[in-house]
């Protein structure tokens, strides 16, 4: 059973950049899309950025597109997701997650990230 390990959150200005890490142990990521997701406090949890399993296509949420970066190095079993231009809608638990077929079954406990205006 892999586990998924997000690191990276923080607080941050409006404005300003963070770069999460997502680590995988105890399995692969490799031959897997990995996804990112968030959920705000009374939100439902929201489509981030994924990643194919070599990475030659990423695909953005409406609401960060050419604002975050998703990337992968499938040798050190880490997916990244680079924040800029962050704002306060931003805030939120972010987690990564593994897909399997057409579900993303296995999900890390998520990172907290805080937007100050």
């Known amino acids: 059973q892999v586990q998924l390990v997000e690191s990276g959150g923080g607080l941050v200005q409006a404005g300003g950049s963070l770069r999460l890490s997502c680590a995988a142990s105890?399995?692969?990521?490799?031959?897997?899309?990995m996804g990112w997701f968030r959920q705000a406090p009374g939100k439902e949890r929201e489509f981030v950025a994924s990643i194919t399993w070599d990475g030659a296509s990423t695909y953005n949420g409406d609401s960060v597109k050419r604002r975050f970066t998703i990337s992968r190095d499938n040798a050190k079993r880490t997916v990244y997701l680079q924040m800029s231009s962050l704002k306060p809608e931003d805030t939120a638990v972010y987690y990564c997650?593994?897909?399997?077929?057409?579900?993303?079954?296995?999900w890390g406990q998520g990172t907290q990230v805080t937007v100050s205006s």
């Open positions: 997650a593994r897909k399997w077929s057409t579900e993303y079954t296995d």
């Open positions: 105890g399995g692969t990521i490799s031959g897997y899309t």
